[in-house]
């Protein structure tokens, strides 16, 4: 199983960034989708959800109407459009696979900065 987070960098505040997540090694479609951040110090967050057909999705209050989780089953990919970027969107950005059995699938993580 793989999950590899790509697409962090550095931005200017107010800037934007699409984070990708490639699975492989299991059902892709088969499996709800996450994406969390942490920032040293902190537990990790969850910033955004979708479900396993992607009719579904839900966001942290703090992200809300800026950042967008969307999915391609065709090419077993979970996207987070990030826009409008603050200082506090800083932090890693790690993509998560809860499947309907078995234990969850984390990526190595991507970091994102932004600066003001």
Do not use: H
Not at 27 to 38: E, G, K, L, N, V
Not at 45 to 74: H, M, P, Q, W
Not at 90 to 112: D, H, I, S
């Amino acid at each position: 199983v793989k999950l590899v987070e790509s697409g962090g960098g550095l931005v200017q505040l107010g800037g934007s960034l699409r984070l990708s997540c490639a699975a492989s090694g299991f059902t892709f479609s088969s499996a709800a989708m996450r994406w969390y951040r942490q920032t040293p110090g902190k537990e990790r967050e969850l910033v955004a959800a979708i479900s396993r057909i992607g009719d579904s999705t839900s966001y942290a209050t703090s992200v809300k109407a800026r950042f967008t989780i969307s999915r391609d089953n065709a090419k077993n990919t979970v996207f987070l459009q990030m826009n409008s970027l603050k200082p506090e969107d800083t932090a890693v950005y790690y993509c998560c696979a809860l499947p309907m059995y078995g234990p969850n699938y984390w990526g190595q993580g991507t970091q994102v900065t932004v600066s003001s």
